[in-house]
């Protein structure tokens, strides 16, 4: 299973997913983009001291101290409409994807403290928050003379063939690659030194979804606690379609095109604890802060299944498959934020959050693997990322409200000067209808995203991606 990563994860950086349990899931898992109530993404996330909002249990636990009265809020509509251009030795190839999901539904329960006690309320919060989304849609294509083949055959030199398992029976088997005459363990790639159109499909789906159980109080109007228990699930399915094919449409040794189809499932359930508090000096300004312990998920069930389906110039079409089934645990960075809030005159707010986590952190374990070398590959290629989020509301009637926000993450490698580092741009604007017992909010969020990735050489010439993503988002809610 990790013989051909090097090649797929350069094809477009997702296809290395078929590398089951390597670096690229303990950084893919831990990541959060938080999302969330309608007013929480307008306003581009900033409530970890501001407050009040179901989303920000997932950020700061303390945003439950705010609430004075009992609420209930559903987010029934997420739409995602993205779209990418990937640019290889010259080309251009474009996908897009839309995509409905269902960010967000909560229950917060606040009670009241008698008189006498500085001790003004406590609450209790139960529901469920999107913290990541994976739906996404990759296409390459090029010509190049250099094959994915050659990669299997420079791993199994030396291999007998009667022992060859994974990728390289599937090669052997189709008649993709093949040993010299007179050896069993020395082999050749019949794609070898053409000029080959390559082309590759990736298809991204699933969420990790975080149902949160928080626990919070008032302390005199002036310091607001707050405890999160997050149980994120992890639902990550990824479906690649990878083809080789002669540029000139020649067969090449009787073999005139090969396709490989990949489908990689994962599947698990983690637990953390989060901790925040909010102080309120003065009337016009809180200032907060959180912390929350690395995830750990047990027993993330990791499924591959790989099929090659290759056609021959004079006989039948040949296909093998195989399929495995393992499981591994994942430690998640932890995370730290800061932040503060603005409020003018009880009918806006300005607010800024700042949050740190390092995926250096992130370890893989297993019983039956040893995981030693990818935790290597973690250490080595990513390190701290710095967030900021930036909103903004006013209240420009009783009723009615208009948001604004920005975020922006950092780049998680530790060495990257091009701009298709994977640094994340989200551009946000929402407003919302609030009355006694019932409102609705509504909020367009603008994702941006570039990364690249290599292919064989780490100093060749870099494939290039650029992500676009619109999202649409409503909620509802009742106060009583």
Request: glycine content about 8%; overall charge neutral.
């Given at each position: 299973?990790?013989?051909?990563?090097?090649?797929?994860?350069?094809?477009?950086?997702?296809?290395?997913?078929?590398?089951?349990q390597?670096?690229?899931?303990?950084?893919?898992?831990?990541?959060s983009?938080y999302y969330?109530?309608?007013?929480?993404?307008?306003?581009?996330?900033?409530?970890?001291?501001?407050?009040?909002?179901?989303?920000?249990?997932?950020?700061?636990?303390?945003?439950?101290?705010?609430?004075?009265?009992h609420?209930?809020?559903?987010?029934?509509?997420?739409?995602?409409?993205?779209?990418?251009?990937?640019?290889?030795?010259?080309?251009?190839?474009?996908?897009?994807?839309?995509k409905?999901?269902?960010?967000?539904?909560?229950?917060?329960?606040?009670?009241?403290?008698?008189?006498?006690?500085?001790?003004?309320?406590?609450?209790?919060?139960?529901?469920?928050?999107?913290?990541?989304?994976?739906?996404?849609?990759?296409?390459?294509?090029?010509?190049?003379?250099?094959?994915?083949?050659?990669?299997?055959?420079?791993?199994?030199?030396?291999?007998?063939?009667?022992?060859?398992?994974?990728?390289?029976?599937?090669?052997?088997?189709?008649?993709?690659?093949?040993?010299?005459?007179?050896t069993?363990?020395e082999?050749?790639s019949r794609?070898?030194?053409?000029e080959l159109?390559?082309?590759?499909i990736?298809?991204?789906?699933?969420?990790?979804?975080?149902?949160?159980?928080?626990?919070?109080?008032?302390?005199?109007?002036?310091?607001?606690?707050?405890?999160t228990?997050?149980?994120?699930?992890?639902d990550?399915?990824?479906?690649?379609?990878?083809?080789?094919?002669?540029?000139?449409a020649?067969?090449?040794?009787?073999?005139?095109d090969?396709?490989?189809?990949?489908?990689?499932?994962?599947?698990?359930?983690?637990?953390?604890?989060?901790?925040?508090?909010?102080y309120?000096?003065?009337?016009?300004?809180?200032?907060?802060?959180?912390?929350?312990?690395?995830?750990?998920?047990?027993?993330?069930?990791?499924?591959?299944y790989?099929?090659?389906?290759?056609t021959?110039a004079?006989?039948?079409?040949l296909?093998?498959?195989?399929e495995?089934?393992?499981?591994?645990?994942?430690?998640?960075?932890?995370?730290?934020?800061?932040?503060?809030?603005?409020?003018?005159?009880?009918?806006?707010?300005?607010?800024?959050?700042?949050?740190?986590?390092?995926?250096?952190?992130?370890?893989?374990y297993?019983?039956?693997?040893?995981y030693?070398?990818?935790n290597?590959?973690?250490?080595?290629?990513?390190?701290?990322?710095?967030?900021?989020?930036?909103?903004?509301e006013?209240?420009?009637?009783?009723?009615?409200?208009?948001?604004?926000?920005?975020?922006?993450?950092?780049?998680?490698?530790?060495?990257?000067?091009?701009?298709?580092?994977?640094?994340?741009?989200?551009?946000?604007?929402?407003?919302?209808?609030?009355?006694?017992?019932?409102?609705?909010?509504?909020?367009?969020?603008?994702?941006m995203?570039?990364?690249?990735?290599?292919?064989?050489?780490?100093?060749?010439?870099?494939c290039?991606?650029?992500?676009?993503?619109?999202?649409?988002?409503?909620?509802?809610?009742?106060?009583?």
């Amino acid at each position: 299973m990790k013989k051909i990563t090097t090649f797929i994860i350069a094809i477009l950086g997702i296809i290395g997913m078929a590398n089951a349990q390597g670096e690229y899931e303990a950084f893919t898992f831990s990541q959060s983009d938080y999302y969330g109530t309608a007013r929480f993404m307008g306003a581009g996330g900033a409530f970890g001291a501001t407050g009040g909002d179901f989303s920000a249990l997932s950020t700061n636990p303390a945003s439950i101290g705010l609430y004075k009265r009992h609420e209930t809020s559903i987010t029934p509509l997420g739409l995602s409409f993205g779209y990418t251009d990937t640019y290889y030795n010259g080309n251009l190839s474009t996908a897009q994807k839309v995509k409905y999901n269902f960010p967000q539904a909560g229950m917060v329960l606040s009670n009241s403290i008698k008189r006498g006690n500085n001790w003004k309320s406590w609450q209790f919060g139960f529901g469920v928050n999107r913290i990541m989304d994976f739906n996404c849609t990759y296409r390459a294509n090029t010509q190049i003379n250099s094959s994915l083949s050659d990669v299997v055959v420079s791993n199994i030199y030396g291999t007998f063939y009667g022992d060859l398992r994974g990728d390289a029976h599937l090669f052997w088997m189709t008649s993709v690659i093949d040993t010299f005459a007179g050896t069993n363990n020395e082999y050749y790639s019949r794609f070898s030194d053409a000029e080959l159109n390559q082309n590759a499909i990736v298809t991204r789906s699933g969420a990790i979804n975080e149902m949160v159980l928080s626990f919070g109080g008032n302390y005199n109007d002036k310091l607001y606690v707050g405890a999160t228990v997050g149980f994120p699930f992890l639902d990550f399915t990824e479906k690649t379609t990878y083809k080789e094919s002669p540029a000139n449409a020649q067969d090449l040794y009787g073999v005139k095109d090969y396709t490989l189809y990949t489908t990689q499932r994962n599947r698990g359930t983690g637990v953390n604890l989060k901790l925040g508090l909010i102080y309120q000096p003065a009337d016009f300004v809180r200032i907060g802060a959180a912390f929350q312990t690395p995830t750990y998920y047990w027993k993330v069930r990791d499924n591959l299944y790989r099929e090659i389906y290759a056609t021959y110039a004079n006989f039948p079409s040949l296909d093998y498959s195989y399929e495995n089934a393992n499981y591994f645990t994942l430690t998640t960075p932890l995370k730290a934020n800061v932040s503060t809030s603005f409020l003018i005159q009880k009918r806006a707010f300005i607010a800024a959050e700042y949050e740190f986590q390092d995926y250096s952190m992130a370890t893989l374990y297993s019983d039956n693997y040893d995981y030693g070398y990818e935790n290597e590959i973690v250490r080595a290629k990513y390190g701290p990322t710095h967030s900021v989020r930036v909103g903004a509301e006013v209240n420009v009637t009783q009723g009615f409200a208009l948001r604004a926000g920005y975020r922006f993450k950092t780049s998680p490698y530790k060495m990257s000067e091009s701009p298709y580092n994977n640094t994340t741009h989200f551009i946000s604007a929402g407003f919302g209808f609030r009355g006694e017992h019932f409102f609705a909010d509504f909020a367009y969020v603008y994702r941006m995203n570039k990364d690249s990735y290599w292919l064989y050489d780490p100093v060749g010439e870099p494939c290039n991606v650029s992500s676009k993503t619109h999202n649409v988002v409503a909620t509802i809610g009742f106060k009583l």
